[in-house]
């Protein structure tokens, strides 16, 4: 099992940014990896994923104000939050997966609201 853990969450106003991080216990070289968020009475829905070769796919809703990336060295990803809305307000949580099989871990979830 691999152990995330996310960081970064908070209130910030409409407009703001924010900048997300999830911490892995081990090498996440060989992973995919990605983030979701969870909003009240909503099913958990995919933000951003970044492949091993950090190849990057965005949500209809984030593109243009997310950035996802990674850092192999230090075992951490990324999601730069930019002109957030209220909208965005959600559990963001961090993911990842070796592809071709059936292993994956979540993390605990991180909050982001966004609110004047």
Known sequence: QVHLVESGGGLVQ???S???SCKA???ISRY????YRQAPGKQRELVAIIG????RNYADAVKGRFTISRDNAENTM???MNSL???DTA???CYLRLVGTDFDSWGQGTQVTVSS
């Open 14 to 16: 409409p407009g703001g």
């Open 18 to 20: 924010l900048r997300l």
């Open 25 to 27: 216990s081990e090498s």
């Open 32 to 35: 995919t990896m990605g983030w």
């Open 52 to 55: 091993k070769y950090s190849d």
């Open 78 to 80: 990324y999601l730069q």
């Open 85 to 87: 809305k209220p909208e």
């Open 91 to 93: 559990g963001y949580y």
